[in-house]
């Protein structure tokens, strides 16, 4: 059709009709090729908790042409609110995709030469099994979902792989919690990928991290509408109030002060003067509750909660008896790791920290921290140098 | 090869048809040797820069590089990771060159140092009859730019390797770009680099 990104929609059973409708309304209108993805993982999934998922699918875009080797297959894994939607506009939004710019015909991720890959992980709000999903008695998960982790995620992923035949990736990719899914599939499952691409990520989550997903968590669950978790039933009644504050408090981390000051500084919001009021006065109030009210019109609160649990307990060290290093012990892919100079959720320090564990078991490690004024947010922005990287990484 | 820096040539000369070894380039720049070693020799070798861009470079050469300053970030390898550590031209740059030393040779079985030779001639004159700072073919900065903090001459050199208790293997004397013979070579030498073995005194 126009474009020669093959995008891919998705159905989702479980979803409301009204969201049927849109899609469908979408599928008219946008000139992407479309094909519903998503794969149904055929066993029970069983997880760390030591709980197992029945019936549980997989929602996921596509982009590029699998080769008859099966092996230029590259893997993107979003971060905390990311969905598949990586190179295509998101059926809720309209927007563009969040990684747009890094991946189609001739970008650093070139879908010319590459099959990408970007799917929905389990515990998400968009297609893929999660706590709006429907349980086996027809009535959605809310807080019986049980909780999940980053390599319940991956291990959903990898079923996923299997189900398409790809044995081992050309590449795993992920920025943020995708990045903590890279790793955790270079630990877990050692040959299924032979790059690891991990851009401002970490190996684990430090009490700062766990401290702000608390508030998230907690700004969610004081909210009356969250209900237990329980709010499905009134469509547009659920706690956006709570879900708003959270992604607030979280955008906060995901930007830099420098970032904010140059952004916003102290100006006004469309005024002269102070209003001597609680009325958002402030440029930065005015973004941050519209990008906390913006948020709740696409991402389920549960999801929230369920996926900032999983990042918390995120360590891959614990996993491997405390000691980083034997995490990786048996890779032999290549690696690369990117930070950002101004990310304070995920600091250089970590990053290396890595980079520190992958060079005691000898694997073939790049590591680089590039400046930018954005913070953790930079990895999504326009970075030429960024851009570079990962395309050698990829093609090298 | 014929693109390397004389310094580099005689390195990947003499890996040469040592496939599977590994080595470690301390300041690897854009990746030069290392991209010759692992091209010609297919020798596995990884680097330690401190430019994002250098480091860029490398890794769209496929090179397994890491962003790092040599003075600290040695400290991240384990014993004898590599067969070989290589340090071209950057000692002088270091806070601790003596250190550096020591963990060149715990990290390496061998390590190849290269550096430009304070004591040349033509330095020495600069010096004696200019009254001034070297600014010469091989010091070309300077002193106030220069990232040079420890000029060392080969007699430094022998010296510190002798006190590492660090066995000298080999060396190798350039001048104008070419390799010249050992008699004299504090003077003539513009450039020194040594083979070095054992240490950790």
């Known amino acids: 059709m126009g474009r020669t990104v093959k ?40 997880l760390d908790s030591g709980q197992s998922l029945a019936d549980a699918q997989i929602a996921y875009e596509t982009y590029g042409t699998l080769n008859a080797a099966r092996s230029n297959a590259i893997l993107i894994c979003h971060a905390l609110t990311g969905d598949q939607y990586v ?21 650093p991720i070139d879908t010319e030469h590459y099959h990408v890959i970007c799917a929905n992980v389990i515990g998400s709000c968009m297609g893929s099994t999660g706590p709006k999903s429907l349980a086996p008695d027809g009535k959605p998960y809310g807080m019986r979902f049980p909780v999940i982790t980053i390599r319940d995620m991956v291990r959903g992923l990898v079923t ?20 903590m899914q890279a790793l955790s599939l270079a630990a877990n499952w050692p040959d299924r990928a032979a790059r690891v691409l991990v851009i401002a990520s970490t190996a684990r989550h430090s009490a700062q991290n766990i401290a702000f997903h608390e508030v998230g968590r907690q700004a969610i669950m004081a909210d009356p509408a969250w209900a237990g978790g329980d709010y499905y039933a009134d469509a547009g009644n659920g ?18 002060e420098e970032g904010l000051t140059e952004k916003f500084g102290r100006r006004l919001q469309d005024r ?125 | 090869m014929a693109d390397l820096r004389f310094d580099l040539a005689v390195i ?35 680097g330690i820069e401190i430019n994002s861009e250098l480091v860029e470079k490398c890794v769209s050469r496929g090179l397994s590089v890491v962003q790092g300053d040599a003075d600290t970030d040695l400290a991240d390898y384990p014993d004898k990771a590599f067969d070989y550590t290589v340090l071209c031209q950057t ?41 001034k700072m070297p600014v010469t ?53 513009e450039f020194a680099m040594f083979e070095l073995s054992g240490g950790l005194n």
């Open chain 2, 137 to 189: 073919q091989a010091l070309p900065v300077s002193w106030y730019a220069t990232q040079n903090i420890h000029h060392v001459t080969v007699e430094d050199f022998c010296a510190l390797a002798k006190e590492k208790g660090a066995r000298i293997e080999r060396r190798w004397f350039f001048s104008g770009g070419r390799e010249i013979g050992t008699p004299g070579a504090n003077w003539r030498a």
């Open chain 1, 87 to 107: 190179a295509s506009e998101h059926p809720l939004t309209g927007k563009p995709g969040w990684w747009e710019r890094m991946v189609g015909p001739g970008k």
């Open chain 2, 12 to 46: 990947a000369r003499e890996l040469n048809g040592n496939s599977g070894k590994r080595v470690l380039d301390v300041g690897c720049g854009d990746g030069a040797l290392m991209a010759a070693l692992r091209d010609q020799s297919g020798i596995d070798a990884r």
């Open chain 1, 272 to 396: 002269d003067t102070k209003s001597f009021g609680f009325d958002a006065d402030f440029q930065i109030e005015s973004y941050l509750r519209y990008q906390g009210s913006g948020f709740t019109q696409r991402f389920d609160a549960n999801s929230y909660l369920y996926i900032t649990r999983a990042m918390d307990y995120f360590d891959i060290a614990e996993e491997h008896g405390g000691k980083l290093a034997d995490a990786f012990a048996q890779s032999t892919a290549r690696f690369c790791l990117v930070s950002f100079d101004t990310d304070w959720l995920y600091p250089t320090a970590e990053s290396r920290h890595v980079v520190h564990a992958l060079n005691a078991t000898s694997a073939k490690v790049s590591f680089v921290e590039l400046s930018a004024a954005a913070g953790h947010d930079s990895f999504l922005l326009p970075h030429d140098q960024l851009d570079r990287v990962v395309g050698g990484f990829l093609n090298g």
């Open chain 1, 160 to 179: 996923l792989l299997d189900g398409l035949g790809i044995e081992k990736l050309h590449a795993i990719v992920g920025g943020s919690m995708g990045g």
């Open chain 1, 7 to 46: 995008g891919a929609k998705l159905c989702i059973s479980s979803v409301r009709a009204e969201l049927v409708e849109a899609l469908s309304n979408l599928f008219a209108s946008c000139a992407v090729s479309n094909q519903e993805q998503t794969y149904q993982i055929p066993d029970d999934l069983p």
């Open chain 1, 239 to 256: 706690p956006e109030a709570g879900l708003a504050v959270a992604r607030m408090a979280a955008h906060i981390t995901y930007l830099s």
């Open chain 2, 91 to 131: 000692l002088p740059t270091s806070t601790r060159p003596d250190r550096i030393l020591d963990e060149l040779l715990r990290v390496g079985e061998r390590a190849f140092v290269s550096f430009a030779n304070f004591a040349h001639w033509r330095t020495r004159s600069a010096l004696m009859f200019g009254g």
